[in-house]
């Protein structure tokens, strides 16, 4: 299956560029490019992409504010927010926003491509010294909806494994080589354990693990 991808970015060169590095994977396509936040709002729900490479600092409308447009409307395409910048405040509101995954430009191009693959996947993904930040930054206070350690015993001894992994920053593939399962039945441990601990997304199962005693080990 090809994973089709708008790129938002104001600068034509980014674009270009994002465009010749995401076009060089086989099973990654370009359908669309936006040059402002309201005109990638716009591209993303006329052509429905599996994930969108979204700025943060565009004109009109930066890349956290059309990300929350894209969610509140229920658009089913994933946004991976690409920026030159990782200061907490875009991290934390990108994730508020919806988006689906966080990675620097700086990343080289096989990064690109796995975290395309990944956010398409219906994993988060984010890139591991903004994970270690964000962890540190709520530990240190209440996470709404995190669970007191002791009701992780609502968990299978399966489901604390594969929750440890998902603190560890493994994929639904990465646990499934881990643990000899098929990456699906990672992904159904995955969706137990976000209803069984009321958490949104993977991130807050991160927090959970490690407010629990599961540290990452990124």
């Known amino acids: 299956m090809t994973i089709r991808v708008v790129i938002a970015d104001d600068q034509a060169l980014i674009r270009t560029g994002l465009r010749g590095i995401v076009e060089t994977a086989d099973d990654?396509?370009?359908?669309?490019e936006a040059a402002?936040?309201?005109?990638a709002v716009d591209e993303v729900l006329r052509l429905e992409p599996d994930v969108v490479l979204m700025d943060i600092r565009m004109p009109e409308l930066d890349g956290i504010a059309a990300t929350e447009r894209l969610t509140a409307t229920g658009c089913a395409s994933r946004v991976l927010i690409l920026t030159t910048f990782d200061l907490d405040e875009y991290v934390y509101g990108a994730l508020r926003a919806g988006a689906s995954g966080f990675?620097?430009?700086d990343a080289p191009p096989a990064d690109l491509h796995t975290a395309i693959r990944v956010v398409a996947?219906?994993?988060a993904l984010l890139a591991p010294k903004i994970t270690r930040r964000l962890i540190a930054a709520f530990t240190g206070g209440a996470v709404p909806g995190t669970p007191p350690a002791r009701e992780l015993d609502v968990l299978t001894g399966r489901e604390r494994q594969v929750l440890g992994l998902v603190a560890d920053g493994l994929t639904n593939a990465e646990i499934g080589e881990r643990l000899f399962i098929t990456p699906g039945t990672a992904k159904v441990h995955v969706?137990?354990?976000l209803y069984k601990l009321g958490a949104r997304d993977r991130v807050q199962l991160v927090i959970i693990a490690h407010r629990a005693g599961l540290p990452p080990t990124i």
């Open 28 to 32: 990654l396509t370009v359908v669309g």
């Open 36 to 39: 402002t936040g309201a005109s």
């Open 191 to 193: 969706a137990r354990l």
């Open 121 to 123: 996947a219906g994993d």
């Open 103 to 105: 990675l620097l430009k």
